[in-house]
């Protein structure tokens, strides 16, 4: 709770100050109620979420309203964002292995992400197998092999600028001989090169369906909070071409702009399955939505 209180100082710290300093005085009126809205924008929320709390603030005409009456209805609406989409990832019995392909730009936490998810699903008695699919940097190969250690789990990979496609294919027929039960693939996230990456994306996505018309079970989108506005541009740029169907939000923790989280739910209304608030395998969990909307309102 601590450190996911330190993720949301910006955005929550920003918010108490502005409706704050236009709460002192005034009255609802339609000017004050722009502010408002503005000041929830500004504060990172979603332009809907904000347009929301206007709404109710305005059709259910409070006069007078402090700041802290404001802050609830603001905390009100965040936890309606959030509460449809907190939800872990669920994994199926069958098929095995349930293929998650993990997908995100450099640098978001994607390999720290597939670790502590490794780890979690390992202490739920999965077993499970990583893939080392982005191939393009020895680096990446080399820090999942440490992370795979770790946690105690397998690590298939290749050498680098090996065929990522292939390497999966191989994931596959691997787990499902050693009767795997989740099989977590890496994938490259160099957004240099946009083409290339969404081909290799859809190459992956190819090799996996005709394993299994299912597969890949889940597309897993990680998300770095701290870039703000470029993670929901990230959200427009994979949603499309690689079939994301859940999020998972990183560096919630420190000076992360957590209201964020809040944008992304409004946006896509894609599930998040967990938010990453810090450096090692436990530092990944679930949100609670009112946890979230009381700390940033
Ligand atoms: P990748 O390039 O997307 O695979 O990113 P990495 O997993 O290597 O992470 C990049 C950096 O972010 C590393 O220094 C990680 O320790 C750090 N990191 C990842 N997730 C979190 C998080 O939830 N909180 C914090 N504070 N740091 C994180």
Redesign the pocket.
Known sequence: HQRLLGGFKRTSGRLGDNLTGLLGTQHLDDATLDEIEDALIASDLGPATAAKVRERLSTERYEKMDARGVRVVVAEEIAKVLAPVAKPLEIEAFPRPQVILVI?V????????IAKLAHLLTEQDYSVMLVAGDTFRAA?IG?LQVWADRVGVPLISGKEGGDAAGLVYEGVKRGTAEGIDVLIVDTA?RLQNKRELMDELSKIRRVLGRLNPEAPHDVVL?LDATTGQNALSQIDVFKESAGVTGLVM?????TARGGVLVAAAERTGLPIHAI????TLD?FRPFDPNEVARIIA
Not at 250 to 254: A, R
């Open positions: 995100g450099n640098g978001s936490g994607k390999t720290t992400t990446a820090q996230g990680v990183t560096k919630l923790d420190g990453g608030v810090g450096e530092d």
